[in-house]
Antibody, heavy 121, light 106 residues
Framework: QVQLQESGPGLVRPSETLSLTCIVS????????WSWIRQSPGKGLEWIGY???????DYRPSLKSRVSISADTSKNHFSLKLSSVTAVDTAVYYC???????????????WGQGTLVTVSS | EIVMTQSPATLSVSPGERVTLSCRAS??????LAWYQQRPGQAPRLLIY???TRATGIPARFSGSGSGTDFTLTIRSLQSEDFALYYC????????FGPGTKVEIK
């Protein structure tokens, strides 16, 4: 049974960089698409980006200039960095697994429990 | 970006009733439409993909239909654990989610 667990600071100062890690257990990372998704009262569920085979990435256009997703499949984890955060980046951040093909790269069948990140001074 | 809308925002129903939730895409997504259930304090759970295929372990009382821009999720005979938020999501292009429908106890 694949399980995902997010970790990282729950509080980030405005203008700093939000950094989160997702540890994957119970299954391989190789060949799957791995995404970050966030949820806030104001914007609902919002896809941030994905990484595939540790190299290929794609990001939400509106966040592209501030986002970076990386992965270390040997350690079974992938990470999110979101720079220059403001209060609107306050949300519950989820990591999620999608499929193995381009047609299912955004079909999320396994999710972490989510971690609340608050941006505040 | 493909914009997803859902209706109604809230449904008040009694256990055992049948409910139908609607989802509409701003442009055709073919059958690349999924439904998720989210209970309080939990992550979304995949229910339906390909507009009508139940995900692994999902009870048969959940069914989905539609293609193109209009989709429905039907829950036959609501159980207590079904009172939750339901989201639709298109994966035809960069993924986008609807705002959700809350199914609450009447």
């Amino acid at each position: 049974q694949v399980q995902l667990q997010e970790s990282g600071p729950g509080l980030v100062r405005p203008s700093e960089t939000l950094s989160l890690t997702c540890i994957v257990s119970g299954g391989p990372m190789k060949s799957y698409y791995w995404s970050w998704i966030r949820q806030s009262p104001g914007k609902g569920l919002e896809w941030i980006g994905y990484i595939y085979n540790s190299r290929s990435t794609d990001y939400r256009p509106s966040l592209k200039s501030r986002v970076s997703i990386s992965a270390d499949t040997s350690k079974n984890h992938f990470s999110l960095k979101l720079s220059s955060v403001t209060a609107v980046d306050t949300a519950v951040y989820y990591c999620a697994r999608a499929g193995v093909s381009t047609s299912s790269r955004s079909l999320f069948d396994h999710w972490g429990q989510g971690t609340l990140v608050t941006v505040s001074s | 970006e493909i914009v997803m809308t859902q209706s109604p925002a809230t449904l008040s129903v009694s256990p055992g009733e049948r409910v139908t939730l609607s989802c509409r895409a701003s442009q055709s997504v073919s059958s690349n439409l999924a439904w998720y259930q989210q209970r309080p304090g939990q992550a979304p759970r995949l229910l339906i993909y390909g507009a009508s295929t139940r995900a692994t372990g999902i009870p048969a009382r959940f069914s989905g239909s539609g293609s193109g821009t209009d989709f429905t999720l039907t829950i036959r005979s609501l159980q207590s654990e079904d009172f939750a938020l339901y989201y639709c999501q298109q994966y035809e292009s960069w993924p986008s989610f609807g705002p959700g429908t809350k199914v609450e106890i009447k």
